[in-house]
């Protein structure tokens, strides 16, 4: 068979034998926004291009290099989301949810594009969750953020991740720092590749996040922003570290840690792995005092992180880490003859209407074939039904783990008979 066409570079496919990984990823994650009292912020996919110049900065390699932008029949720059922040940040503003009372926190399951080249752990299209606090200017949010990622983690059993945290300052000690990251790069002017050439001027901190490997290495001998931050920055680091160090989270200082995007003042952090290769980071975020007054609004001290979930996947998959697999069929109702498939389609619909998993025959199999399917999908019970069970009104219900078997009726009370066997089996000990 020939395909009419084949998936979009560097896009996924999560098929329904993977996606109970991705729903245990996310209960995880909903769990612990919700032990943090964050609640759930959904957004467009696409926003008006503006956004994210605005918000990621238009000389950041997302701006510049990565984005889907495209004009719609109107004529207007849309363009598909590149991260999940700028959307929030938005929505959080155009509805005045601030209104509400500070802090706001929300998190977001969200998917992603930008144009990259397609490779382990970097795809074109991919999935975040991220939390974010609007609101909220002291160090303890800081470090409230941080510790929810760092259980989302520890749940899900990750081993070996460094925590790594730096200060990127805020614009008052910004512009010092500025001014010798420009005196350092401009010896160098001749090696730079041209998009680091054209951020001299402009954005100049943007040079030390290029990937070029000419642009890092002069990169590695910059000045470190953490020289030039100034006291309310240090002060508001110190206070990050000494709350991490209260809960017993380990970190590392990393001064050569920027971040991708132009939004981020103060704090800054990842999470990175050394089991997935080069795109290690699996977390990353910080604070964006700056962001709400930069989409118009007011001061608003902000910050937020976000997790890759492909990268996720792949980092427990390196580790051997096992992901509960999804629930099995609670019961098999096999069928011989109309009248006998019509009782199991009769039966599994009582079952399911208790939120209980059942299953009958749907693709016309014989009835060696159907208990054969029974045991691949690991059906826990199984019933099957011929003339004489319709006759009798009564049935064998099967354990299929242990084979004992109980006689339930078919009638009015097959559900109760039928729970209070299943019910025990749950507690039976194994
Ligand atoms: P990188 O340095 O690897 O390009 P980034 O700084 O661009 O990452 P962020 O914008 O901070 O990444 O996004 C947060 C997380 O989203 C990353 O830590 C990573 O786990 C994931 N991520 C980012 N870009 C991609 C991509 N192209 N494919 C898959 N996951 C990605
Ligand atoms: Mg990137």
Redesign the pocket.
């Known amino acids: 068979m020939d395909l009419i066409t084949k998936s979009v570079k560097?896009t996924q496919d999560v098929l329904p034998k993977e996606s109970y990984k991705w729903q245990f990823i996310e209960k995880i994650m909903r769990e612990e926004a919700n032990a943090h009292s964050f609640k759930e912020i959904r957004t467009p996919v696409f926003e008006h291009t503006e956004l994210f110049q605005r918000s990621v900065g238009d000389t950041t390699?997302?701006v510049q290099k990565?984005m889907y932008t495209f004009n719609t029949k109107g004529e207007d720059s849309i363009t598909l989301r590149?991260?999940g922040t700028a959307g929030s940040a938005r929505a959080i503003l155009e509805h005045g949810v601030y209104n509400d009372g500070y802090p706001i926190k929300a998190y977001y399951f969200t998917s992603?594009y930008?144009y990259?080249k397609?490779q382990k752990?970097?795809?074109?299209?991919?999935?975040?969750f991220?939390m974010e606090v609007y609101g909220a200017a002291s160090y303890f949010a800081d470090a409230e953020v941080i510790c929810a990622a760092d259980s989302i983690f520890k749940r899900l059993g990750v081993k070996g991740l460094n925590l790594e945290i730096n200060s990127i300052g805020c614009p008052n000690c910004r512009a010092n720092y500025h001014k010798a990251l420009k005196e350092y790069f401009a010896e160098h002017t001749s090696e730079l590749c041209e998009t680091c050439l054209s951020r001299l001027e402009k954005n100049p901190m943007r040079i030390l996040?290029c990937?070029s490997p000419i642009c890092s290495k002069i990169a590695e001998k910059a000045p470190t922003v953490l020289d030039y931050i100034c006291d309310d920055c240090r002060e508001h680091f110190e206070g990050v570290k000494k709350c991490l160090d209260s809960v017993g989270i380990e970190y590392t200082v990393n001064p050569t840690i920027v971040?991708?995007?132009d939004y981020y003042t103060r704090t800054v952090f990842?999470?990175v792995s050394s089991s997935i290769g080069?795109?290690?980071?699996?977390?990353?975020?910080g604070r964006y005092d700056g962001l709400i007054e930069e989409l118009g609004g007011q001061h608003t001290p902000s910050l937020g992180?976000?997790?890759?979930?492909?990268?996720?996947l792949l980092l427990l998959e390196a580790q051997g880490i096992e992901i509960p697999a999804a629930p099995t069929c609670d019961i098999y109702i096999a069928g011989l003859g109309e009248k006998a498939q019509l009782k199991s389609f009769e039966l599994v619909k009582t079952v399911r209407s208790s939120s209980l998993s059942a299953e009958c025959d749907i693709v016309g199999r014989s009835l060696k074939a159907q208990m054969k399917y029974a045991d691949k999908i690991g059906a826990k019970f199984s019933i099957v039904l011929g003339d004489s069970e319709i006759e009798s009104g009564k049935a064998q219900l099967k354990n299929m783990e242990t084979g004992e078997k109980t006689e339930i009726s078919l009638g009015e009370n097959f559900f109760s008979d039928f729970y209070n066997v299943y019910i025990q089996s749950q507690f039976a000990v194994k």
């Open positions: 560097g390699d997302v990565e590149p991260e992603c930008r990259e397609p752990g970097r795809l074109r299209e991919f999935h975040q991220g996040d990937k971040r991708g995007l990842e999470f080069a795109q290690g980071t699996v977390c990353g975020g992180y976000a997790i890759g979930i492909e990268r996720l």
